[in-house]
């Protein structure tokens, strides 16, 4: 079973994958953590985030792992716990200047895809219906409103310690929105299958419920 959730920064997608695979008893992917843990690296080796070949060098050689897929599960890059340090204004910043860069793509897609094979698997970011799992089993897109998503990331910056400008942070989450839908490889988009739900006004446990209904319903017409 291959369950992909797709959706713009903020909608809740982790929380509601993270849930969804505890509930399912599926392994838990988060492809956002592995693009942010390769910033985090290229960052930390000073590498130049417009040099393509560079990252590309880099996206092959790093070994991004996780821990406890499906309890509280921890990012290692390369034997190092990056769980926190790649949740930092920095790295939220500049991962989508990498993201964007087409060889890094073909190598991180290869990977998540591999990550797949052999199991059941929930798995979250922006082109997973369409490039890493094209033949999921659902497919959904998760989103709410720009101010929504702006409250929900601040208050998440905010009970880690940072101190953060909202009207910065909604700028950033905005722009990122805009270069993750632009590019021209692995763009955010709504497929003819996504099943989209706008979570502005549900909770997390509305969402679960919804999800696992329609899982259900349409696992019945199977
Ligand atoms: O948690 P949030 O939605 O803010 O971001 P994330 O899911 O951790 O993803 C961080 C960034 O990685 C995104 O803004 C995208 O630029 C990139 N990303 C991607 O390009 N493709 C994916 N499958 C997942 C993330
Ligand atoms: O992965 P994505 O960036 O789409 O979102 P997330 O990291 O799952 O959620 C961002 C923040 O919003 C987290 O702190 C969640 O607890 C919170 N959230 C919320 O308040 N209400 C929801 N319905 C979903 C998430």
Redesign the pocket.
């Known amino acids: 079973m291959q369950i992909a959730i797709d959706?713009?920064?903020?909608?809740?997608?982790?929380?509601?994958?993270?849930m969804l695979a505890r509930e399912l008893g599926y392994v838990y992917i988060?492809t956002?953590a592995m693009y942010r843990a390769l910033t985090w690296k290229a960052i930390k080796n000073n590498i130049e985030l417009n040099n393509s070949q560079a990252l590309y060098e880099l996206a092959r050689e790093t070994k991004i792992q996780f821990t406890n897929p499906s309890g509280d599960q921890r990012v290692i890059c390369d034997g190092e716990d990056v769980t926190e340090a790649i949740r930092s204004p920095l790295i939220n910043a500049s991962v989508s200047l990498v993201a964007a860069k087409a060889e890094v793509r073909k190598v991180m897609v290869a990977k998540q895809q591999q990550m797949a094979k052999f199991e059941s698997v929930v798995m979250?970011g922006r082109d997973i219906g369409e490039q890493v799992l094209p033949d999921a089993d659902y497919k959904f897109f998760?989103t709410?409103s720009l101010p929504?998503?702006a409250?929900?990331?601040i208050?998440?910056l905010q009970?880690q310690g940072y101190e953060v400008k909202p009207a910065e942070v909604e700028k950033e989450i905005q722009a990122r929105d805009q270069m993750d839908c632009e590019r021209s490889v692995g763009a955010l988009k709504t497929l003819p299958d996504s099943i989209v739900i706008d979570?502005s006004l549900?909770?997390?446990e509305?969402?679960l419920g919804k999800m696992l209904d329609i899982i259900g319903e349409k696992k019945h017409v199977l």
Do not use: F, H, W
Request: net charge positive; no cysteine; glycine share 12%.
């Open positions: 959706g713009p920064a903020g909608a809740g997608k982790s929380t509601i994958a993270r988060d956002g979250d998760i709410a929504e998503r409250r929900r990331r208050a998440e009970s979570t549900l909770n997390t509305q969402l």
